[in-house]
């Protein structure tokens, strides 16, 4: 019983020690002498990316961006199917009004693999917009930076986090340096430029029309029947 006492003396004696050593060690790294007072840790500011992006404009610009290629990609999608519907036409065709049961049975397999080909490229259609969404989201992203770092800097601050409820529960608003990053943004040049009015583009005359450019590595690509589904 005595040597139980003693063991679990040694063992408090232990953990306070460690405790103690580990404090020591902590005032050591955080003033460089031990027991001094602790150097003043460098505080965090806060920037909100959605309003930085409207207040620049930048949203309507971002989502017109998305909507243009999206508007490319359901043209190709569309001018793919006609040339699928086109190559089974002309191999019905070649096959005549009484195709054999051979010739049939190509023919429904011509078909499915078309289906097949453009449900694939269909679904290619959303990761891609993703894509180019978060490209345009990391390109601000990385032109915000220096208008931060420069103004937390300025505040003293050390490090400027994006505000996001899901992790960042609460934060004192005069950390917040979203008006100003906007404010230097706007005469740095960065705003987008303002729409024009309704009326004035529906005055204006169309200008010619050009031929599909394709977009590179983002192309949604035709087949010929020969290719079978991805």
């Not at 949203?59 to 909507?67: I, N």
């Not at 999608?77 to 006609?82: C, H, S, T, V």
């Not at 990761?127 to 969404?133: F, H, K, S």
């Not at 729409?195 to 029309?209: F, G, K, M, N, V």
């Amino acid at each position: 019983m005595a040597r139980l006492r003693v063991r679990r003396s040694l063992w408090v004696m232990l953990v306070v020690g460690c405790l103690a050593l580990t404090s020591a060690c902590q005032k050591f790294q955080d003033t460089g002498e031990p027991g001094g007072a602790a150097a003043p840790a460098g505080g965090i500011a806060v920037v909100d990316l959605n309003e930085i992006a409207r207040g620049l404009g930048r949203d309507q610009q971002m989502q017109q961006a998305v909507s243009q290629l999206h508007e490319e990609l359901q043209g190709q999608l569309a001018r793919m199917k006609d040339d699928l519907n086109a190559q089974w036409q002309a191999k019905s065709q070649e096959y005549g009004a009484n195709p054999t049961p051979e010739q049939q049975a190509e023919l429904e397999r011509l078909a499915e693999n078309m289906r097949r080909h453009a449900v694939a490229q269909q679904a290619k259609v959303q990761p891609v917009l993703v894509g180019e969404t978060q490209q345009l989201v990391r390109r601000l992203r990385e032109e915000v930076k220096p208008y931060a770092r420069d103004i937390a800097k300025a505040r003293g601050l050390t490090m400027v986090v994006p505000k996001n409820e899901n992790w960042l529960l609460t934060f004192d608003p005069s950390v917040d340096i979203t008006a100003d990053v906007v404010d230097a943004m706007k005469k740095a040049g960065l705003a987008a430029p303002v729409r024009e009015a309704a009326s004035e583009l529906a005055t204006r005359p169309a200008p010619p029309a050009q031929p599909p450019q394709p977009i590179r590595d983002r192309q949604i690509r035709p087949a010929s029947h020969e290719e079978p589904p991805n």
